[in-house]
C-alpha cells in the first residue's frame, strides 16, 4: 500500500512556474507508475502527465504538452511534475496517483489504484 502527499502548490502569476512534488511513503515505490490529475471547480478531474515506473515512458494531455515535464527519483520515492509557462486555465487542484498497470489507459481515473489529497495551484494575476 501506498500513501502519497502532495506539495509545492501556490499562488503565481501567468507565465510562471511551479514544481509539485509527490512523496510516497510504502513499499515499492518504484514497481509502480504514477500520474498526475487535476479538478478545477465545477469541472471534472482530468489526466495531466504520467510517467512509467521505469522512466522510459512519460505521457502528457496535449494541453500540457511542450510546457509541463514529470520526472521521479524512484530512491526519494518522489514524482515530479515542473509546470511552466503557466495559464490561469491551469489553475487546479492537482493530485498524484499510482498504478501498478496504467498502461495503455494511462490518463483513465480507473487505472489508479492510490491518491494523494492534492495541492492548490491558483494562476492569477
Known amino acids: 500500500q501506498l500513501q502519497l502527499v502532495e506539495s509545492g502548490g501556490g499562488l503565481v502569476q501567468p507565465g510562471g512556474s511551479l514544481r509539485l512534488s509527490c512523496a510516497a511513503s510504502g513499499r515499492a515505490f518504484s514497481s509502480y507508475s504514477m500520474g498526475w490529475f487535476r479538478q478545477a471547480p465545477g469541472k471534472e478531474r482530468e489526466f495531466v502527465a504520467a510517467?512509467?515506473?521505469?522512466?522510459?515512458?512519460?505521457y502528457y494531455a496535449d494541453s500540457v504538452k511542450g510546457r509541463f515535464t514529470i520526472s521521479r527519483d524512484n530512491p526519494k520515492n518522489t514524482v515530479y511534475l515542473q509546470m511552466n509557462s503557466l495559464k490561469p486555465e491551469d489553475a487546479a487542484v492537482y493530485s498524484c496517483?499510482?498504478?501498478?498497470?496504467?498502461?495503455?489507459?494511462?490518463?483513465?481515473?480507473?487505472?489508479?489504484?492510490?491518491w494523494g489529497q492534492g495541492t492548490q495551484v491558483t494562476v492569477s494575476s
Open positions: 510517467i512509467s515506473w521505469s522512466t522510459r515512458g512519460t
Open positions: 496517483a499510482a498504478g501498478r498497470q496504467i498502461f495503455p489507459t494511462w490518463d483513465s481515473l480507473t487505472s489508479y489504484d492510490y
